[in-house]
C-alpha cells in the first residue's frame, strides 16, 4: 500500500488545507490512523507543539483533524516573513536562518532531504499520511526547486489530486492549464481533481466536470460545496468575515454587544487569537489602522507581529499611538498579545529581530523588553480570575516586570506572565482567549470598563466549536467526495505508467 496522497491547488487559497483537513477527518472517522503533512509552509500563524517545535497552524489543524498529537515532522519547514523582505526558516521546528528569496532558493535541496526523510517516517508511523502542497504545482519557473508540490511527489511517489475553485471562476481552464504545463513525468502523478467551493446548480455543473474528465484523462474525485461561515485557523487571509456566521449565530445576551478593534499590523502573527472573541455572541470584532476607528471600540487589542520594532513605527506613522494613549489615561481597556504587548513597554531593545538597537515604546506598562537570540517556544499554563489559562509562546523578545500586577499566575499566586496596569493588559501567551472561562472574565471585566451591558454567554466552547468545524470538513468529504476512489488512489499509489495520457505541451524544456 502507497499509503499516501499528495493535495495540490490550482492557486493559492483554492482550499488544499480544507480537503486535507477534510480527508484527515474522514479517515480517522474509518479508524484510519492518519497523519497530515506540508514539506514547506510560508505562513505566520504558527503553533508550539507539546515538545516545543514551531509549525503551521494549518497542519496543528489538521493534526486535530485526524485526531493525532501535532508534531515537527507534520511541517519541517516553516517560513516566516519579515519586515525586510527576508524570511525567518523554521526548520524542523526551531529557526536555523534568516534569508532572502535567492538565498533560500540556495538552500532548497537540502531542505528537499529533510522533508523527505520526515515523511518516510511519519509513513512508517501512520497507516495514512495526507500531504498538502504549497501554491501552485505549475510555477514553471521555481519546480526544479520545488520541495512541495511535484517535487516532493516525484521524489515520494506519491498520487496527486488537484484542488481549483471555483468561486473564482476560471476553474477549468485552471486545471487543464495546471497538467498541460507539468513535464510527462510529472503529469503521471496527477490522479484527479477536485472542484471546490461550488454554490451552483450540481445539474448544470455535470457536463463541465464530464468535459474535464475526457480532456485530461483523470476524473473529478469531488465537487464541495461552498461552505459559508467556516472559520479555519488556517486561512492567512485576515478576512474576519470569514471566522463567524453571524447572521445564523446567537445574537448578544445583555442590551449591547461588546466592540473589539485589532489593530491591523502589517506583519501580524497569529491572529487565530482573536477567533475566540469573535466566537462570542455579541463581541464584534474589526481590524483597525486609523485612530478614528479606535474612538468607539470597547477593547483595543494589539495582537502578535513577526516585526514588533518595524510594526511599531507604522503604529506611530498612522498615528494610532496618542489615541492609544488617551484611551489608557481614559481607563478604556487596552490589549496586547506578545508583539502587541511588547510595544506598550517603556523601551525595547532590539539586536535580534530589527536591530534598530533602543527603542522607545509607547510606556503604558512599566516594562522593558530585551531581544534574545534564541526564540522562546513553549506551552505554558496558569491562571487569571481563578481560571486555568493555557497558553503557547513564540517569541525573541523577553520583556521583564517592574510593577503593575501580574495577569497570569502559578498555582500560588505568583505572577507568572503579563502585567496590568488599570485598563492596560498585556501577556506573551498566545491562546489565552481560547481558554472560556478566562475570556469570559475578561470579557466582563472589558465591559464593565466600557460601561456596557454586555454579558457574555455563559455557554460558550471554543474547543467544542473547532471540533464542530473540522466534523463539517469531514462530512464535506464523505458526503461530497468519491471516497472509493480515494481510497483506492491512496492504497494504489501513482497510477501505472500508460494508464493516463499525457496533455501537451508539458513543462517547457522538458523532453516530453
Ligand atoms: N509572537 C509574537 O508576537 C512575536 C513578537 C516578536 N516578533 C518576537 O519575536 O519577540
Request: charged share 25%; proline share 6%; aromatic share 6%.
Amino acid at each position: 500500500m502507497s499509503n499516501a496522497l499528495l493535495v495540490a491547488g490550482t492557486t493559492s487559497d483554492a482550499g488544499k488545507s480544507v480537503v486535507t483537513a477534510g480527508i484527515c477527518r474522514w479517515l480517522a472517522r474509518q479508524g484510519v490512523r492518519v497523519a497530515p503533512f506540508k514539506a514547506q509552509n510560508m505562513s505566520l500563524n504558527s503553533f508550539v507543539t507539546a515538545d516545543g517545535a514551531e509549525i503551521g497552524r494549518a497542519q496543528a489543524m489538521q493534526a486535530q483533524a485526524a485526531r493525532v498529537e501535532p508534531e515537527a515532522a507534520m511541517n519541517p519547514v516553516l517560513l516566516k516573513p519579515g519586515a525586510d523582505g527576508r524570511s525567518q526558516v523554521v526548520l524542523l521546528g526551531r529557526p536555523v536562518a534568516e534569508v532572502g528569496a535567492l538565498d533560500y532558493r540556495e538552500r532548497k535541496p537540502v531542505l528537499l532531504e529533510r522533508a523527505l526523510e520526515c515523511l518516510a517516517d511519519l509513513r512508517r508511523r501512520y497507516d495514512v499520511v495526507v500531504c498538502e502542497g504549497a501554491g501552485s504545482p505549475a510555477e514553471i519557473n521555481l519546480r526544479d526547486r520545488d520541495i512541495a508540490n511535484m517535487g516532493l511527489a516525484t521524489a515520494a511517489a506519491l498520487p496527486v489530486v488537484v484542488v481549483g475553485d471555483i468561486d473564482r471562476g476560471g476553474v477549468f481552464a485552471a486545471m487543464y492549464g495546471t497538467l498541460a504545463l507539468l513535464s510527462a513525468e510529472d503529469q503521471r502523478h496527477v490522479a484527479g481533481w477536485f472542484v471546490n467551493k461550488f454554490r451552483g446548480d450540481a445539474r448544470l455543473l455535470a457536463p463541465g466536470l464530464e468535459m474535464l474528465h475526457e480532456l485530461t484523462g483523470r476524473p473529478v474525485l469531488g465537487t464541495l460545496p461552498m461552505l459559508p461561515g467556516l472559520w479555519l485557523d488556517a486561512e492567512d487571509s485576515l478576512d474576519l468575515s470569514t471566522v463567524v456566521d453571524r447572521v445564523d449565530g446567537p445574537g448578544p445576551l445583555g442590551a449591547d454587544v461588546l466592540r473589539v478593534a485589532v489593530v491591523r499590523f502589517p506583519r501580524l502573527s497569529n491572529f487565530t487569537d482573536l477567533d475566540a472573541l469573535a466566537q462570542e455572541p455579541g463581541v464584534l470584532v474589526r481590524w483597525a489602522t486609523r485612530p478614528e476607528e479606535l474612538a468607539d471600540a470597547d477593547l483595543v487589542v494589539l495582537p502578535g507581529t513577526r516585526a514588533t520594532v518595524a510594526d511599531l513605527a507604522w503604529l506611530r506613522e498612522r498615528g494610532l499611538e496618542p489615541a492609544l494613549k488617551a484611551r489608557a489615561a481614559a481607563g478604556l481597556p487596552i490589549l496586547g498579545v506578545c508583539g502587541g504587548y511588547q510595544m506598550l513597554a517603556r523601551s525595547i531593545e532590539d539586536e535580534v529581530e530589527s536591530k534598530a538597537g533602543l527603542v522607545g515604546g509607547l510606556g503604558l506598562l512599566p516594562t522593558d523588553v530585551r531581544f534574545g537570540a534564541e526564540k522562546v517556544l513553549a506551552r505554558p499554563v496558569g491562571e487569571a480570575y481563578g481560571q486555568r489559562v493555557e497558553g503557547y509562546e513564540i517569541h525573541h523578545g523577553v520583556v521583564s516586570v517592574e510593577g503593575g500586577e501580574p495577569f497570569i499566575s502559578d498555582d500560588d499566586g505568583q505572577g507568572l506572565d503579563g502585567c496590568r496596569v488599570g485598563s492596560v493588559w498585556g501577556t506573551t501567551w498566545h491562546g489565552a482567549l481560547e481558554n472560556d472561562g478566562f475570556r469570559r472574565e475578561l470579557l466582563c471585566e472589558v465591559a464593565e470598563l466600557a460601561g456596557r451591558a454586555f454579558v457574555p454567554a455563559p455557554d460558550t466552547s471554543f474547543a467544542a466549536a473547532r471540533e464542530a468545524r473540522l466534523d463539517r470538513l469531514g462530512d464535506l468529504i464523505e458526503e461530497h467526495a468519491d471516497t472509493d476512489a480515494l481510497w483506492k488512489l491512496i492504497e494504489g499509489g501513482v497510477p501505472a505508467a500508460g494508464t493516463l495520457p499525457f496533455l501537451p505541451p508539458g513543462a517547457p524544456g522538458s523532453d516530453a
